[in-house]
């Protein structure tokens, strides 16, 4: 086999170690979790409440939508944008004809950026502060 074939396959094979590597090593941990909990529960050990709770309730609670989340997204997304713009730009210097093509690609994540901005004028929860 040769190793040409990865190249194309490496956006792919990214893709699903990116994805994969995550799932599995939270289900490892869940596995030694309930392993220790198991283990606790045979010899007879009372559970905490609190730690029932901790394993029954969400992990990450889902984060609420803020004006000043929706702006810092949408100005990320800007530069974003404004990176891949001057990206098509530089390389344009030297072939002429990909500057269009890359400022087309470079609209969508700026479009997107400047739809959030505007959205975060019109968030009703304007004064909530994102939680980190």
């Not at 309930?34 to 984060?63: D, H, Y």
């Not at 530069?79 to 093509?101: D, F, K, S, T």
Request: glycine residues 8%; hydrophobic residues 50%.
């Amino acid at each position: 086999m040769e190793l040409g074939i990865l190249i194309p396959l490496a956006p792919f094979i990214m893709v699903v170690c990116i994805v994969c590597i995550p799932m599995w090593l939270k289900s490892r941990e869940r596995r030694e979790m309930q392993a220790t909990v198991r283990a606790a529960i045979e010899k007879g050990q009372a559970l905490p409440p609190e730690l029932i709770e901790a394993l029954s309730k969400e992990v990450k609670p889902p984060k609420e939508s803020s004006a000043l989340r929706d702006m810092r997204v949408g100005v990320i997304l800007i530069a974003v944008g404004a990176g891949i713009a001057v990206l098509g730009w530089m390389i344009g210097l030297h072939e002429g004809e990909v500057v269009h093509p890359m400022l087309g690609v470079a609209a969508i994540p700026t479009l997107i950026g400047v739809a959030y901005v505007v959205l975060s004028f019109f968030n009703p929860n304007k004064g909530a502060r994102p939680q980190i």
